[in-house]
């Protein structure tokens, strides 16, 4: 195995016992624990450090398309009955416009991001990781990592501490080929949920996607190019139904910013260092795709440590990225180009099984020759060109 020199924090003095891994995940969110996960499926021994105490919330839609289903279950994780709430599509509102399509296998799920947080550790503590929560990175390079009172040495390092990751930053990754930045509030209402799909509302500025996420709870997220326009006020004065739809309704939680973006790096590896999650880049949130890659890239990455070739990993990385960075782009396209998400909508609406074809390639069920010949029906000629 090549090990060579990183761009690293600087290392205080050590004066604490010096311990050892095969792996260390730096970032103890889903993406963290489920290549934990992962790295003791294949054997090693792994350690996860993060600097805050479970159960780790972040501002998401919590909705599980069925194929990152799949993949949760790919790592020995399933769901207990009545975990959440089932979906069996998605529908497209604007205005008078409604536009819906099942998923064509299984259904999807909307849960709170904490439980799921708690069934992951609970898989990985079982798999037997040692979790180190409160406890802090302050540094690595390519063969030890630095913690409070003590170094660790290691064989890999995985670097899975979101999209500000400063493991991307200390080891030299951060060449990006693109980034592009939305913004993001989510709410919990406390309401029945009126439909049997995860909704996305298209408004002039912003677009909200409704995830019901229990029998009497759904979430509800808010995202659009500028800050201001996230704002729950603000953007339900354009969405009508959704407005009309939460009146008198109680609010389950407080009410969370964050930021989403479209980011592709040029490389998800170096030495003996490796990216995944955010950290390794990322798709717009409205896509639903973050946990199914996270998951997928996680299981990719243990494959390719086992055989001691992170290029593996780079390859099966971008390879996964494919189908959601396009899915990314198209719903970006969409929220911008008003006069043609109108005419798009109408015609889906009188031929749904266009709509059902996008969705089909959406979650893996479609290939993308199928979903070309759908946008040239629907006159999307920037996708066919």
Same mark, same amino acid.
Request: with cysteine.
């Given at each position: 195995m ?20 095969? =792996?260390f995940? $730096? ?10 996960i ?5 054997? #090693? ?13 972040k501002?998401c ?8 289903? =799949? ?16 979906f069996?599509?998605?529908?497209? =509102? ?17 849960i ?6 708690? %069934? ?13 929560w ?29 999209a ?43 677009q ?50 964050a ?9 998800v590896?170096?030495?003996? $260092? ?20 996270? #998951? ?33 782009? %198209? ?8 006069? %043609?998400? =109108? ?11 266009? #709509?059902?074809?996008l969705?089909? #390639? ?24």
């Open positions: 090549c090990h060579m020199a990183t761009k690293t924090a600087p290392f205080a003095s050590n004066s604490g016992s010096k311990n050892e891994t095969d =792996v995940v $730096i970032g103890g969110g889903p993406a963290g624990l489920a290549a934990a992962a790295a003791r499926r294949k054997g #090693f021994r792994v350690t996860v450090a993060d600097g805050a105490a479970p159960p780790i919330d501002p839609g919590e909705g599980m398309m069925p194929e990152t289903q =799949v993949a949760l279950r790919e790592l020995g994780v399933t769901l207990p009955p009545g975990a959440g709430c089932c069996r599509g998605i529908q497209f =509102v604007q205005g008078s416009v409604r536009v819906a399509a099942d998923f064509p296998q299984g259904q999807g799920i909307g709170r991001r904490p439980i799921l947080h708690e %069934l992951l550790i609970q898989e990985a503590e079982r798999r037997g990781a040692n979790l180190l409160k406890t802090p990175v302050l540094g690595l390079d390519s063969a030890s990592v630095q913690l409070p009172g003590r170094i660790v040495s290691v064989r890999w390092v995985i670097g899975a501490d979101g500000g990751s400063r493991v991307r930053r200390w080891s030299g990754l951060e060449a990006t080929v693109q980034r592009k930045q939305r913004s993001a509030s989510r709410r919990h209402y406390r309401l029945r949920p009126w439909s049997e799909y995860a909704e996305i509302h298209w408004g002039p500025r912003s909200a996607y409704v995830t019901p996420i229990s029998d009497e709870e759904v979430c509800i997220v808010i995202t659009a190019e500028k800050a201001e326009d996230v704002s729950f006020e603000r953007a339900l004065r354009d969405l009508r139904e959704l407005r009309e739809r939460l009146i008198g309704a109680e609010l389950g939680s407080r009410e969370r910013g930021m989403t973006a479209m980011h592709s790096l040029r490389r590896s170096r030495g003996n $260092i490796a990216l995944v999650g955010d950290a390794s880049g990322g798709v717009d949130a409205i896509t639903g795709h973050g946990l199914q890659l996270a #998951f997928r890239q996680a299981r990719a990455l243990a494959e390719a440590m086992a055989s001691g070739d992170l290029q593996a990993y780079e390859h099966k990385h971008r390879q996964l990225a494919r189908r959601p960075i396009w899915m990314g782009r %198209l719903m970006l396209w969409l929220g911008r180009n008003a006069k %043609l998400r =109108v005419r798009a909508l109408h015609a889906m609406q009188r031929r749904p099984e266009l #709509f059902a074809r969705l089909a #390639f959406h979650v893996g069920h479609a290939t993308l020759s199928d979903v070309l010949a759908t946008s040239a029906q629907l006159g999307w000629r920037f996708l066919t060109a």
